[in-house]
């Protein structure tokens, strides 16, 4: 009796629901959803769409959790726009869970807000979710994992263990630098008086779920030799070098100047806060993610996951300094600072901007993103946009080279390109064309795809190149587009007549895994 009148009041009870949080992770969502769509498919969402159209367990250079959400999405027929709901809902799902984080540390509405302003309008962290891509769904992801474990030691919470098995196993189906955090945080528990965790059946109960569910993608790369090692090795090669203080420096520039008080603060303060002292787990799993990155040369948004937990955790530290009328001065100040440096970097990270517009605006501001590839030299606009734009323009230069081949000629050719873009381009944007050949990633593995071409209409750098394989080489076309990346622009469009020896023969040599 008396059970059922607890239960009759629990329901007549409102639901209790954590406004402020839901509020700004809505607001964020709906504005990346009225962004999502202004600019064409970006070079790895093609890919990504064409991965998708051949299910696996694996693919070359990543697990197949966004490749299957690509290519759903993509069915849908909302172009752009569509494929990227995920991203937005990431987005918002960050800011919510950096509020929620800051109060399960003891943080008041204003840590809170803090903590929620910078997961919002942090440049790289806008730019990471513009696009569908694998880092998209890191930040939130590690945050989620670093939450749920402090909500383990804080509250004796065994379920939020196993969830936090749950969101590793996710993450590692969606990219495997999910490794990287899991290897960081065990370091840091181990190191710590955390390490209790270590002894809670739900944590390997947790493990275990991480471990199922990643398992089937692992086997994959197990049973094709470990492709993605080899292409992290040839990445290392392949990204700028860039010397620590320069990578740092574009650190505080890409997150946000005005924020680098909190992240400061977020790496401090667990080891001079004695409420916090039980987060210095987190920051020498941070500091094991940061070296690893630099020994592997690795891009300035591989960090980005880390950030949003130090902006938690030093939103917390900081907020009662503000109770002091400078403090509450100097927190106005500062977030003003924050809010108009996100506002002049959004159309570096965001669709704002028309082409031509931005390129005026970059020259106007005299600023110009950090090279993080070799490749990327003399591009008019940030890797992120110019990778989005181009692609129906290179499909036409390539369909027009083809309807200048014969027709009796076209079932014996094959169309080769060099990258994966150009090649998921031509498959999902070319008319009339038979799949696109490359040996970049996984279209090696995915081979001549059912072609025994004689003749072979090829996209390239360098014309000169293909003489020794072809009877004859007849230039067709070139290739360029205003905004498109630079090294995409001038390639030679040539019809090889006669390809010697035969392409399955040298099909080994045209391996790209970088």
Same mark, same amino acid.
């Given at each position: 009796m008396c059970g059922g009148i607890a239960v009759q009041a629990a329901i007549r009870e409102p639901l209790r629901i954590d406004w402020p949080p839901l509020a700004a992770g809505l607001i964020v969502i709906a504005f990346h959803l009225a962004l999502g769509g202004r600019y064409d498919l970006f070079r790895d969402e093609l890919y990504f769409i064409v991965c998708g159209q051949h299910p696996a367990f694996g693919y070359v250079d990543q697990p197949p959790g966004v490749p299957l959400i690509a290519v759903s999405l993509y069915q849908l027929g909302l172009g752009a726009w569509g494929v990227r709901l995920p991203t937005a809902l990431a987005a918002g799902a960050l800011v919510w869970l950096g509020m929620r984080f800051a109060r399960l540390l003891g943080g008041d509405r204003l840590a809170s807000g803090l903590a929620g302003l910078a997961c919002a309008i942090a440049p790289m962290l806008m730019g990471l979710v513009a696009t569908l891509n694998t880092s998209a769904f890191d930040p939130l992801a590690w945050t989620a994992l670093a939450y749920l474990l402090v909500k383990a030691g804080r509250e004796d919470d065994g379920?939020?263990? /196993?969830? @936090?098995?749950? /969101?590793?196993?996710?993450? !590692?189906?969606?990219? +495997?630098?999910? !490794?990287?955090?899991?290897?960081?945080?065990?370091? *840091?528990? =181990?190191?710590?008086?955390?390490?209790?965790?270590?002894?809670?059946?739900?944590?390997?109960?947790? =493990?275990?779920?991480? &471990?199922?569910?990643?398992l089937p993608s692992f086997l994959w790369q197990y049973a094709h030799g470990f492709p993605f090692l080899e292409l992290g090795a040839a990445a290392k090669a392949k990204n700028a070098d860039i010397a620590l203080l320069p990578f740092v420096g574009n650190q505080l520039f890409v997150m946000n100047p005005a924020f680098a008080p909190l992240w400061i603060a977020g790496l401090v303060a667990p080891f001079v806060a004695r409420p916090l002292r039980d987060l210095r787990f987190l920051v020498i799993a941070a500091a094991v993610v940061f070296v690893i990155v630099r020994l592997g040369h690795g891009k300035d948004y591989y960090l980005a996951p880390l950030y949003p937990m130090l902006f938690v955790i030093g939103a917390t530290a900081l907020a009662p300094l503000a109770r002091s009328t400078a403090g509450? =001065?100097? &927190?106005?100040?500062?977030?003003?600072? %924050?809010?108009?440096?996100?506002?002049?970097?959004?159309?570096?990270?965001?669709? $704002?901007?028309?082409?031509?517009?931005?390129?005026? +605006? $970059?020259?106007?501001?005299?600023? %110009? #993103?950090?090279?993080?590839?070799?490749?990327?030299?003399?591009?008019?606009?940030?890797?992120?946009?110019?990778?989005?734009?181009?692609?129906?323009?290179?499909?036409?230069?390539?369909?027009?080279?083809?309807?200048?081949?014969?027709?009796?000629?076209? #079932? $014996? &050719?094959?169309?080769? /390109?060099?990258?994966?873009?150009?090649?998921?381009?031509?498959?999902? +944007?070319?008319? *009339?064309l038979p799949a696109a050949l490359s040996g970049h990633n996984q279209y090696f593995l995915w081979g001549l795809r059912g072609q025994r071409p004689i003749n072979l209409l090829s996209v390239q750098e360098k014309l000169a190149d293909m003489y020794p394989y072809c009877d004859e080489v007849v230039l067709l076309g070139t290739t360029w587009s205003r905004y498109a990346m630079s090294y995409?622009?001038?390639?030679? $469009? @040539?019809?090889?007549?006669?390809?010697?020896?035969?392409?399955?023969?040298?099909?080994?040599r045209l391996k790209s895994y970088m």
């Open positions: 379920r939020a263990l /196993v969830l @936090a098995g749950l /969101v590793a196993g996710l993450s !590692l189906e969606i990219k +495997y630098s999910m !490794l990287f955090w899991m290897l960081g945080l065990t370091i *840091g528990l =181990v190191l710590t008086p955390e390490r209790r965790l270590l002894l809670r059946p739900a944590f390997w109960i947790g =493990v275990a779920l991480a &471990t199922a569910i990643a509450k =001065v100097a &927190t106005g100040i500062g977030a003003a600072a %924050a809010v108009a440096f996100s506002a002049l970097a959004a159309p570096m990270a965001l669709p $704002i901007l028309s082409p031509p517009a931005l390129e005026a +605006y $970059i020259q106007r501001l005299g600023i %110009a #993103p950090q090279q993080q590839e070799r490749s990327f030299k003399g591009t008019a606009l940030p890797q992120l946009v110019a990778d989005q734009l181009g692609w129906h323009d290179f499909a036409g230069q390539v369909e027009a080279a083809w309807n200048r081949i014969p027709v009796s000629e076209r #079932p $014996i &050719t094959a169309i080769k /390109v060099d990258n994966y873009g150009e090649a998921a381009a031509l498959d999902l +944007y070319g008319k *009339g995409e622009n001038g390639k030679v $469009i @040539a019809l090889c007549r006669g390809l010697k020896p035969e392409l399955s023969r040298l099909w080994p």
